[in-house]
């Protein structure tokens, strides 16, 4: 992949594409600003290099040009994390030549999720040089993440070079034992994942809601748990190609509904009793997987161990949490909910690597190639 040390950027207008999808609160204020934080190396060494920066961004998935889905609180913020003036070029049609400008929201446009290449030629003369610096938006063969890199010189920036560099070290050349901890409510979202840490972790520990399919397998009753059905023939694969690999919770705890005020149970089993359902790993389990992950080389966490936004089920997710980050090993967390949880828990940079992609970062541990990316090289 080519990287800003392969691109002439002194004088130039460089279109960046970031991925600035944040999360908002109803009033439109940024909740968490870790994804344009995580731009500010590559947008202040492209100012250094005497760029002007032309930004380009989506947020959510807007189906119109609906207002709540505008990229202006971005802007603001970026503003103030910057030190200088952004400002918002409303329409492709007119876009103001300034130091630092940022285009709407992409997805305004009609063509963009589908790589419309007439809309990438729009995008593309209004720049002279293109840098990618968006890795959540990696895995998306869109205009502006796509199209586009195909038609100026182009090259990945600092953050898409580090995420793409620590995530394929996994891979490559991970300082072993290698441990996956491997959670969240659906064993088919992560069935990419686990086949490919089967061939190359020592250890893989699963936690969340995805574990009821192979208990269920395994005989168990799972309860009022939620399990999911297609999960079962790819859990029952998983169990006989995993052996003593995969590690699954032995206890957990239990509560009467999905809420932080219901009733709660500590179950020593997996067996999760009628009327019960099953909302995070047991305290027995969370402590035998904190010594698995304090024992490693290398930890990729992706996936949280329980409901932990409710917290009587937030203990699994907050031991696995604290046990990454006082780990001497490589720690990476997989962006989207187990990074939220990181941040939640305060531990954000306590760990090697906090991936900035979800889908991203899952894409590339299962080894697929990620068109933003391929587009670069
Ligand atoms: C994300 O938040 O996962 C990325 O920004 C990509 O967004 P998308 O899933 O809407 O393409
Ligand atoms: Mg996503």
Not at 200 to 213: E, K, Q
């Amino acid at each position: 992949m080519r990287t800003l040390d392969d691109l002439d950027v002194d004088g130039k207008r460089v279109l960046v594409r970031v991925d600035f999808n944040v999360p908002l609160d109803e009033e439109q204020h940024i909740t968490d600003d870790a994804r344009i934080r995580a731009a500010l190396p590559t947008l202040r060494e492209l100012r250094e290099k005497n760029a002007r920066l032309l930004l380009a961004a989506h947020l959510g998935r807007p189906k119109d040009r609906e207002p709540e889905f505008s990229l202006r609180p971005v802007a603001e913020r970026l503003s103030d994390l910057l030190g200088t003036d952004v400002v918002l070029a409303e329409s492709l049609d007119d876009v103001p030549d300034g130091d630092v400008v940022m285009l709407e929201n992409v997805r305004y446009e009609k063509g963009e999720t589908k790589n419309d290449p007439e809309l990438a030629k729009r995008y593309a003369a209004l720049a002279d040089v293109y840098v990618n610096d968006a890795f959540g938006a990696a895995h998306r063969a869109h205009a502006s993440t796509e199209a586009v890199a195909r038609l100026l010189p182009s090259a990945g920036g600092r953050l898409l070079e580090r995420e793409v560099s620590t995530l394929r070290g996994i891979l490559e050349d991970p300082a072993r034992p290698l441990v996956a901890v491997v959670g969240g409510a659906k064993v088919t979202d992560k069935i990419g994942v686990l086949d490919a840490f089967l061939s190359r972790a020592d250890r893989i520990l699963v936690g969340g809601a995805m574990c009821f399919p192979f208990f269920k397998v395994q005989g168990h009753e799972v309860g009022d748990s939620l399990c999911e059905e297609e999960g079962l023939a790819p859990a029952r694969k998983l169990l006989s190609a995993g052996g003593e690999k995969l590690r699954l919770p032995d206890d957990l705890v239990a509560g009467r509904a999905f809420s932080a005020d219901t009733e709660v149970r500590e179950l020593d089993g997996v067996d999760v009793p009628e009327g019960w359902m099953g909302l995070d790993i047991g305290a027995r389990t969370a402590r035998g997987y904190a010594e698995v992950i304090r024992d490693a080389g290398t930890v990729f966490w992706n996936g949280p161990m329980g409901a932990f936004e409710l917290e009587p089920f937030a203990a699994g997710t907050r031991v696995v949490a604290e046990a990454m980050a006082d780990a001497d090993a490589v720690t990476v967390v997989g962006g989207g909910d187990s990074a939220a949880a990181m941040a939640e828990f305060g531990l954000a940079d306590r760990v090697t690597h906090l991936s900035t992609g979800g889908g991203a970062s899952l894409e590339l541990i299962e080894g697929k190639a990620l068109p933003g990316v391929e587009a670069l090289s």
